[in-house]
């Protein structure tokens, strides 16, 4: 019977391509790395620049523009630890610490173990588990076709003291900031 082999392989991809956060999900394991440029301003105005890299299995590299220039953290996903050049690669100190290290973690409480695109999707794809997602909406981003989705939930996910996660996503995967390359 391959044909019905050949029906579930229709199904599932239907059903994938109804639901933006399982085809975006279903994007991020086919990739093998992507480089971005992260830029945002908080609600008090503190601005960040990180550039951020990611290569499977889990490699992260940070190198923090603003603030704390020069700064480089380096994410081992198999030993499980976060090398730390606060001064660049070519100074001292270094420093290895675990990625739940208070040192390390950003204001809201991530850390440098979840922050990858998987980890934002997989974050989005519990927070509309407990609440609801919006009707995606089709905008433009940079000049770019984007897809909107606006999820508001229920309590806020435990490992974040942040406001409730939203995302945008662009035509079946997340939308990066400028200049980024998935």
């Known amino acids: 019977m391959p044909w019905l082999s050949w029906l579930l392989v229709l199904l599932a991809v239907n059903a994938m391509a109804a639901d933006p956060l399982l085809e975006a999900q279903a994007r ?4 093998d790395g992507y ?3 992260l830029r945002s301003a908080s609600a008090d105005g503190e601005r960040q620049i990180i550039r951020y890299a990611w290569r499977k299995p889990g490699w992260i590299r940070m190198d923090f523009v603003q603030p704390h220039n020069g700064t480089v953290m380096i994410l081992d996903p198999t030993a499980r630890r976060v090398q ?17 290290n208070p040192l390390i973690r950003g204001p809201c409480g991530h850390q440098v173990d979840h922050s990858d695109a998987g980890a ?11 609440g609801s997602m919006a009707a995606p909406a089709e905008t ?3 000049g ?23 995302g945008v996503a662009g035509p079946g995967h997340p939308v990066p900031p400028e200049g980024a390359k998935l």
């Not at 050049?85 to 739940?100: K, S």
């Not at 770019?144 to 939203?166: F, K, N, V």
């Open 28 to 31: 991020f394991h086919a990739l």
């Open 35 to 37: 480089r971005v440029t």
């Open 84 to 100: 730390l050049w606060p001064f660049g690669t070519q100074h001292l100190p270094t420093f290895n610490l675990a990625p739940d």
């Open 120 to 130: 934002l999707l997989a974050n989005l794809t519990a927070l509309r588990e407990r």
């Open 140 to 142: 433009m981003i940079a």
């Open 144 to 166: 770019r076709p984007a897809t909107t989705l606006e999820i508001t939930g229920g309590r806020r996910h435990p490992r974040y003291r942040g406001a409730p996660l939203s």
